[in-house]
């Protein structure tokens, strides 16, 4: 063994070691995710997964009704950061809009009547009551909305007989990418790029719809201003209040784990920006304040 170990490079031990899980778990991520995404071709890697979310009864195809429909329009992208409080947002109504999550509890938002809500986590699509209460409010609060939802949903609505009167869609989470050329927002494939729903649904769909000025707004990317605030527009949630801040969050890291989440989406929003601007799209923040720093900015006041 000491020869082994003598022999072997680091690279090998540490590649051992992650194997064993001995290395903390948003490391073995990092890994196994820079690993495939290297040394898997993108077909292969979107063969793959395609397969296996179809064998769970998870289907794509009809995300093709999607493809280009606001070809050349704008596109107002909302996230849920404390900088949405501070707009009126009754100007968006009749504009393209897409939105996450709670959206529905900002004072607008049925002035707004959003086009599209996504969500991407799937730790609001566990059969537990508190995730059917918050569909059902979902499904009486924006009645209108297009879904684009985590394939962990497809269960849980047909259990529970959700959005009956909605368009639902589901997409398939790809292996993030950290090239821009191999970013893939082709919702019939599995999606590479992004964090959280901001940069992993709501940014990439206002791209695969054609939309090629994209306007941002309450994407602050301040989970890290204070470990005890609410890092959204609202103080508290009544179904998840465990997601009000990083440290209610019961999935919360070390600090090191919380910082690379950060790094993450910031490098998500580097590589969606970029591409964007590869297939002649812009993409500007409009959101008072906030740390994201990687779009251009503009006054939400001068959009009208």
Known sequence: MSILRYLLPPQFHYFARVLRKKEPPWQRQRFWRDFI?????????????SIGY????VDV?????????????????MGNGPSLGELDLRPLAGEITVGANSFYKHRDA?????????????????????????HRVIEEKMPEATLMLHPDARELIGKHALYQKHSVHFFHP?????????VDFDFEK?????????????????????CTDIILLG???NWLDSLSSSYHFYAKHEQFPEFDSVLADSRVLPYEGELLGTLRDFEAHRLLNTRAQQLGARI???SPGGRLDVYPRIDFEKCF
């Open 190 to 210: 599995p999606i590479n790029v992004g964090l959280n729903t901001g940069t992993r649904l709501c940014i990439p769909l206002a791209l695969f719809m054609g």
């Open 284 to 286: 500007r923040n409009a």
């Open 110 to 134: 049925e002035a707004v009547g959003l086009k599209y809500l996504c969500v991407g986590d799937a730790s609001f699509m566990t059969d537990e009551p508190k995730s059917v209460e918050w």
């Open 54 to 57: 179809r064998r769970k009864g």
């Open 61 to 77: 195809r009809r995300n093709a009704a999607l493809r280009n429909r606001h070809r050349g329009r704008r596109c107002f992208v």
């Open 37 to 49: 995404a290297w040394s898997v071709p993108l077909p292969v890697q979107s063969l793959a997964l």
């Open 174 to 182: 790809g292996i993030p990418t950290n090239v821009p050329e191999l």
């Open 219 to 221: 994407f602050d990317a």
